[in-house]
């Protein structure tokens, strides 16, 4: 009878450590799930960024041409700007 006893305890320990194996995998599903929506947002974000960045050195290269200084100032401290928001989303 106390065999009988323990097994049942067993089941009953090893079903509450199933139900809570299965809420913590339904958990980091979730969480892998956030993690990857984060990163689609975030690759979005560098490309209009990278996108932006050719804009600028194109207007930038234009504006050397053409010998505005102070547009180029001004430009370059555009690119600065950009270089470090992609440098922050790649870390």
């Keep these: 009878?106390?065999?009988l006893?323990?097994?049942?305890?067993n089941l009953r320990v090893l079903l509450e450590r199933y139900e809570a194996?299965?809420?913590?995998?339904a958990r980091l599903r979730e969480d892998a799930e956030?993690?990857?929506q984060e990163l689609i947002r975030t690759h979005s974000e560098l490309l209009e960024l990278q996108q932006k960045n050719r804009r600028i050195a194109t207007a930038n290269a234009m504006s050397a041409a053409e010998g505005n200084e102070e547009a180029l100032k001004r430009l370059n401290a555009l690119i600065a700007q950009v270089d470090r928001a992609i440098a922050a989303l790649k870390k």
């Design 1 to 3: 009878m106390q065999a």
């Design 21 to 25: 194996l299965q809420q913590e995998n």
């Design 5 to 9: 006893a323990e097994l049942s305890e």
């Design 34 to 36: 956030r993690q990857r």
